[in-house]
């Protein structure tokens, strides 16, 4: 059966839940988690996927979840020792500014 692509969601449990086409970028986890810099700051252009790849870190590092079964059969389940030492063991903040307008004033003089 061949796989629909869902285009314009953020959500990577609905993408993985829905079965629909994904590329596979769960190895970002380990990128972040071996480079031990204290702040990354992820730059892309609008539509690029930055959103969609916060979705996919908060199911994964979140205690609150019960994650294993979204990241089964995905490159980063290949990690065992990531998987046992990460997967569902923080607390996690989600903010997202992405439908935030920001009208611009010019104040008279």
């Known amino acids: 059966m061949k796989r629909q692509m869902l285009i ?5 449990e609905k993408l993985i839940e829905g079965n629909y086409f994904y590329i596979d970028k769960t190895l970002f ?5 071996d480079n031990k810099n204290e702040v990354t700051l992820i730059i892309r252009p609008r539509r690029f996927g930055k959103t969609l790849n916060m979705s996919m870190l908060k199911h ?3 205690v609150n979840k019960d994650s294993k ?3 089964d ?3 980063i ?4 020792d990531i998987v046992e030492n990460h997967l569902n063991k923080y607390p996690v903040v ?9 009208k611009m004033c010019h104040p008279t003089i």
Do not use: N, P
């Open 69 to 71: 079964a979204l990241f």
């Open 8 to 12: 314009g969601t953020d959500s990577f």
């Open 94 to 102: 989600f903010l997202t500014l992405k439908s935030i307008q920001v």
């Open 73 to 75: 059969g995905l490159k």
């Open 60 to 62: 994964f590092f979140d």
């Open 77 to 80: 389940m290949e990690h065992r």
């Open 29 to 33: 986890i380990k990128e972040l988690l």
